[in-house]
T-cell receptor, first 109, second 114 residues
Framework: GQNIDQPTEMTATEGAIVQINCTYQ??????LFWYQQHAGEAPTFLSY??LDGLEEKGRFSSFLSRSKGYSYLLLKELQMKDSASYLC??????????WGAGTKLIIKP | DGGITQSPKYLFRKEGQNVTLSCEQN?????MYWYRQDPGQGLRLIYY???????QKGDIAEGYSVSREKKESFPLTVTSAQKNPTAFYLC?????????????FGAGSRLTVL
């Protein structure tokens, strides 16, 4: 079956760095997405990786290793507004998105 | 500003009643989707549509119905046949189905069955 695994919850300190991991097993691969979702709100797009390597976008970076079925989202200089759930999703060979359950990130002062 | 509007934001329903959730987009996107979000689970696809007057079942279509009479609109009906309808429902759209297919989501509709 198809599966996306990410930690349920993480805690970090304001100003610090946190890495949220995502491992996947899917039928084919057409890209990996990260979305941010504040409680009770719509998910918003953060990043897309289809080739191996690191994509940097401001305070957020996303890494992909297709051979390992692994990605991470790196958040630097954490701010209180970064408290949210972070959703990992993989597009399979049929261009269907398979979603992880999300990682709830708690930022403490 | 372009975006997706979902309504109502909160909805209460008695068992045995059908309810319809509205989803309207002004992004000129061809593809539209309905997802269900439950605590501790990933988003699950209910239905999607790539073009007007055509739609396909997702992973959990049983107990739901949709229509796509206009490009801008993709309403979801939760029927009385849906065994466990209490959930957060998200509508989304994208330009196409394939490739770097970034989804734009609406703010969601929270349905509670009493």
């Amino acid at each position: 079956g198809q599966n996306i695994d990410q930690p349920t919850e993480m805690t970090a300190t304001e100003g610090a760095i946190v890495q949220i991991n995502c491992t996947y097993q899917t039928s084919g691969f057409n890209g990996l997405f990260w979305y941010q979702q504040h409680a009770g709100e719509a998910p918003t797009f953060l990043s897309y990786n289809v080739l191996d390597g690191l994509e940097e976008k401001g305070r957020f970076s996303s890494f992909l290793s297709r051979s390992k079925g692994y990605s991470y989202l790196l958040l630097k200089e954490l701010q209180m507004k970064d408290s949210a759930s972070y959703l990992c999703a993989v597009m399979d060979s049929n261009y269907q998105l398979i979603w992880g359950a999300g990682t709830k990130l708690i930022i403490k002062p | 500003d372009g975006g997706i509007t979902q309504s109502p934001k909160y909805l209460f329903r008695k068992e045995g009643q059908n309810v319809t959730l509205s989803c309207e987009q002004n992004l000129n996107h061809d593809a539209m989707y309905w997802y269900r979000q439950d605590p501790g689970q990933g988003l699950r696809l209910i239905y999607y549509s790539q073009i007007v007057n055509d739609f396909q079942k997702g992973d959990i279509a049983e107990g739901y119905s949709v229509s796509r009479e206009k490009k801008e609109s993709f309403p979801l009906t939760v029927t009385s046949a849906q065994k466990n309808p209490t959930a957060f429902y998200l509508c989304a759209s994208s330009k196409t189905i394939s490739g770097a297919n970034v989804l734009t989501f609406g703010a969601g509709s929270r349905l509670t069955v009493l």
